[in-house]
């Protein structure tokens, strides 16, 4: 599920469900048997159209409406630090904002990520990210996906994600494909 997904596919919830309202980024449970759509499905994650609102469903949730969840990660147990942040970049590009079909890193939103060797030949995965709006209620989901999916990677121990807002996002740090996606170029 890496790639663009547009849809309006109609789902019926099999179980009670964790879900986000976007953007407002409050928690809910969503209840078995409720209809709704599914309007985005990238990064493992879900977008949902229910009753006049969108929610973000989890990739561990996908059993709920009917999908199958992400597969987990693997590494060589011989992997260098190359390797290692070649995959925190893959994982980067399957974190999605919930209203926009384009991943944070070609969204711009990823100023800085560095690796550092911890004991035990673990990592440490430092990311300093922005939002689109100061004041995105889905931010802190955002972070958390973004911790989460990294440290899914095999050797990875910790991620710190930081938030910043200096210097202010904008649309010039939007990758060609990006602005292709969104209709900016």
Not at 33 to 39: A, D, H, L, P, V
Not at 53 to 58: A, D, G, M, T
Request: charged share 25%.
């Amino acid at each position: 599920m890496a790639g663009y997904s547009q849809t309006s596919e109609p789902i019926v919830f099999e179980r009670d469900c964790a879900a986000v309202m976007v953007p407002q980024g409050q928690e809910v449970t969503l209840p078995a048997g409720q209809n709704g759509y599914i309007t985005q499905a990238l990064g493992g994650s879900f977008t949902v159209f229910v009753d006049g609102n969108l929610f973000r469903i989890r990739g561990a949730d996908a059993d709920a409406i009917g999908k199958e969840p992400p597969e987990a990660l693997t590494l060589d147990a011989q992997a260098d630090d190359a390797e290692v942040e070649k995959l925190v970049w893959q994982q980067l590009r399957t974190c999605y904002d919930p209203e926009i079909p384009v991943n944070v890193v070609d969204l711009g939103l990823v100023y800085e990520c560095t690796l550092e060797k911890m004991e035990n030949d673990e990592r440490r995965v430092k990311v300093m990210m922005t939002l689109t709006a100061p004041g995105c209620g889905m931010g802190d989901i955002l972070v958390d996906d973004v911790r989460s999916k990294i440290e899914s990677i095999p050797t990875v121990a910790e991620a710190d994600v930081e938030l910043t807002f200096d210097p202010p996002w904008n649309h010039s740090m939007m990758s060609d494909v990006a602005k292709l996606e969104t209709g900016m170029m």
